[in-house]
């Protein structure tokens, strides 16, 4: 997702929003006039008020998100437009229901742009932060029902190691889980970044010691890697000859899952390498159009911090 502050606009919006990557995205998904485009991870709208832009006067765009907030955001960004554009309440891990429900298939590009947005973590009611005090909630859509509060009250010490090792990278993730059984209930975000901190202590100078614990519990609670591993195939199904897909990434997990899916659609055998002869039938759907991930030039980092980690991988589809 993309960088934004929470900074009074003049009209309606109470956000600034820069998209990452926009002129990558915008080379690799060549947006053309009449061509239809899904930004699946909607936002705030930036890359999609891009391809809108560089698709007029007759593409379409459809931007689906979770967030009842960032929709309406959305929807107030992009309102010039709203002829050509359809905004649908949904996660991107059910894209094909959500599109195809409304008549979207044999469609030209598709966008996804992981990860959380900078105005979910600002915004301390939601709890995605450590560097705000707020509730242990972590909900990307507010009506799931898995909050951070319920794994780290809950869950037993195993399988609240195994999110942090899996999905934080957390080397000393059987430690924190052990601290956090011993001293819930946790209700509020800096409770449980404060004893995390003590429990690793200063063994990190770059970032704060509860950043990987706290990106944990976002995949856990939003089923973000689940949700990709969904979508991925969908996207493809979704795509017309010539279709492409871009997607952004910001976790090492997320684009290793994209990294395979390519690699595997661009192959025409995915049997075991054991095997003396192919019997899997399998077909390369996609031709990769980047041989490594795109990254954000100096320039754009200088500019937009959070742009440091993202990664773009794109493909087409053939």
């Known amino acids: 997702m993309a960088q934004a502050s929470r900074k009074p606009d003049s009209e309606s919006s109470i956000w600034q929003h820069e998209p990452v990557l926009l002129a990558e995205v915008l ?50 960004r992009l309102a010039a437009a709203q002829d050509r554009l359809e905004l649908v309440l949904g996660d991107f891990g059910d894209m094909a229901q959500l599109a195809q429900g409304r008549g979207w298939s044999g469609v030209d590009g598709i966008l996804m742009d992981l990860g959380v947005s900078s105005p979910q973590l600002d915004d ?15 909900r990307m859509s507010r009506s799931g029902d898995l909050t951070a509060a319920e794994i780290v009250n809950e869950w037993p010490e195993e399988e609240i190691s195994r999110i942090l090792w899996e999905y934080g990278e957390e080397r000393y993730a059987r430690r924190i889980a052990r601290a956090i059984c011993q001293d819930r209930p946790f209700a509020r975000t800096s409770e449980l970044a404060e ?99 795109v990254t954000a030039s100096q320039e754009e980092v200088a500019r937009n911090s959070r742009s440091r980690s993202a990664k773009l991988r794109a493909a087409v589809r053939i």
Do not use: W
């Not at 991870?41 to 930036?46: A, D, V, W």
């Not at 832009?53 to 593409?59: F, I, K, L, N, V």
């Open 195 to 293: 004893m995390v901190a003590r429990v690793v202590g200063g063994r990190r100078e770059r970032i704060h010691p509860a950043t990987r614990t706290f990106q944990a519990l976002r995949i856990a609670v939003n089923d973000e890697l689940g949700a990709l591993e969904r979508a991925l195939p969908q996207a493809l199904d979704l795509l017309a000859i010539g279709g492409r897909l871009v997607v952004i990434s910001f976790h090492s997990l997320e684009d290793r899952i994209v990294k395979q899916f390519v690699r595997r659609e661009a192959s025409d055998c995915i049997c075991p390498p054991r095997l003396p002869v192919c019997v899997c039938g399998h077909s390369a759907q996609l031709r990769p159009l980047t041989k490594k991930p």
């Open 124 to 138: 301390p009611t939601r709890g995605f932060s450590f560097q705000q005090d707020g509730p242990l909630d972590m």
């Open 27 to 76: 080379d690799l998904l060549a947006p053309r006039s009449g061509g239809r485009y899904i930004d699946a991870t909607l936002g705030l709208g930036g890359h999609a008020e891009a391809i809108l832009s560089a698709s007029s006067p007759d593409g379409r765009l459809m931007g689906i998100d979770r967030d009842e907030l960032a929709l309406r955001e959305a929807a107030r």
